[in-house]
Nanobody, 129 residues
Framework: QAQLVESGGGSVQAGGSLELSCTST????????MGWFRQAPGKEREPVAL???????????RYADEVKGRFTISQGNAKGTRYLQMNALKPEDTAMYYC???????????????????WGQGTQVTVSS
């Protein structure tokens, strides 16, 4: 069973930057849909960014409207690795961030947490004003 290991996160002031990483320790397939969701206290889990790759090709790249232009998701040297560079952070970005993965995703379902079969342990991001 795939395991997702997350790192990064922490506390910064508004306008600062953080980087998250996520690695699948057992990924072996040629395709993987992998990205991040976040959940603030009292709110539902919401999508942040998603990158679906098939081999070396990008099949789908999506960002939530709230993070477009500020966050960048990328693939690491290993295909089962993703990075999320978060710039110009705002207090409303404060949440627990969860890495999620599935073998596939599409334009109609990438936002659905129920699609993803594997989740990381979560890492806290706190942005102070």
């Amino acid at each position: 069973q795939a395991q997702l290991v997350e790192s990064g996160g922490g506390s910064v002031q508004a306008g600062g930057s953080l980087e998250l990483s996520c690695t699948s320790t057992t990924y072996t397939d040629n395709r993987i849909c992998m990205g991040w969701f976040r959940q603030a206290p009292g709110k539902e889990r919401e999508p942040v960014a998603l990158l679906y790759t098939v081999g070396d090709a990008t099949a789908l790249l999506r960002y939530a409207d709230e993070v477009k232009g500020r966050f960048t998701i990328s693939q690491g040297n290993a295909k089962g690795t993703r990075y999320l560079q978060m710039n110009a952070l705002k207090p409303e970005d404060t949440a627990m961030y969860y890495c999620a993965a599935n073998l596939y995703c599409g334009t109609s379902n990438w936002r659905l947490p129920t699609l993803y079969t594997h989740w990381g342990q979560g890492t806290q991001v706190t942005v102070s004003s």
